[in-house]
């Protein structure tokens, strides 16, 4: 990104980026509504949030404190993507659920819907264990690219499909950290 285009409080990130995908200021607002959408359709069947790790740590935690319901949390870690920024279609778990989620309302809580191989596969993983439902709110979901059919209840924004970092997303485990949500135009872009 050009030193006259990057926002102060980015300085640090150099060249690494182009422009901005959403400011943080978009990302607060949608969070706000998705928060008041799941208030109201869930109601008095609170969900159970499971936060996929590492890239929806940011996304959940705006969304949880959005949410205004009694809503228990969980995390898993999957691993779908190594160092480079294309998917391997692979998914590895990481780190499991600790709730029992038989008979629970769960929403699924991701950052980013590619090919929809990680989605499709956590499904089906989740959804063995008999939830009494299983929806998904994903912040972005990448226009035209998913490789399975899939229905995301709650979507926060489409985007084109450029490889974006920022609000939790990283390359290499860099630039989680940023507040709004950047195209990533450094090396392996
Ligand atoms: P999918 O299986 O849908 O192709 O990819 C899903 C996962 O790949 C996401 O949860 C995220 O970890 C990673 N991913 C997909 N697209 C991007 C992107 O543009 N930037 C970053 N940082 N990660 C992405």
């Known amino acids: ?12 990130t150099g060249d690494d980026l182009a422009g901005a995908v959403l400011t943080g200021e978009q990302i607060q607002q949608r969070v706000a509504e998705l928060g008041e959408t799941i208030s109201a359709d869930y109601g008095d069947t609170p ?8 890239g929806a740590v ?3 935690s705006d969304l949880m ?3 205004r319901l009694p809503c228990d949390i969980d995390f898993m870690a999957v691993s779908s993507y ?14 499991d659920l600790e709730s029992d ?11 980013i819907v590619d090919s929809g191989l990680t989605l499709n596969y956590l499904r089906k993983y989740l959804g063995a264990r008999k939830p009494a439902s299983l929806e998904v709110c994903a912040l972005l979901l990448k226009e035209g690219e998913q490789k399975v059919e899939q229905t ?3 979507v926060g924004f489409t985007i084109p499909s450029t490889f974006v970092v920022g609000y939790g997303l990283d390359v ?3 630039y989680r950290n940023l507040d709004g949500i950047y195209t990533y135009q450094g090396e392996g872009s």
């Open 1 to 12: 990104m050009s030193s006259s285009s990057i926002p102060e409080h980015l300085q640090w």
């Open 47 to 54: 969900p159970l949030l499971v936060c996929v790790l590492k």
């Open 58 to 60: 940011t996304f959940m």
């Open 65 to 67: 404190r959005a949410v």
């Open 82 to 95: 190594g160092a480079a920024t294309k998917s391997s279609g692979v998914v590895r778990i990481i780190k």
């Open 101 to 111: 989620i038989a008979g629970r309302h769960v929403l699924i809580v991701e950052d």
């Open 152 to 154: 995301i209840r709650y």
């Open 172 to 174: 290499a485990e860099k």
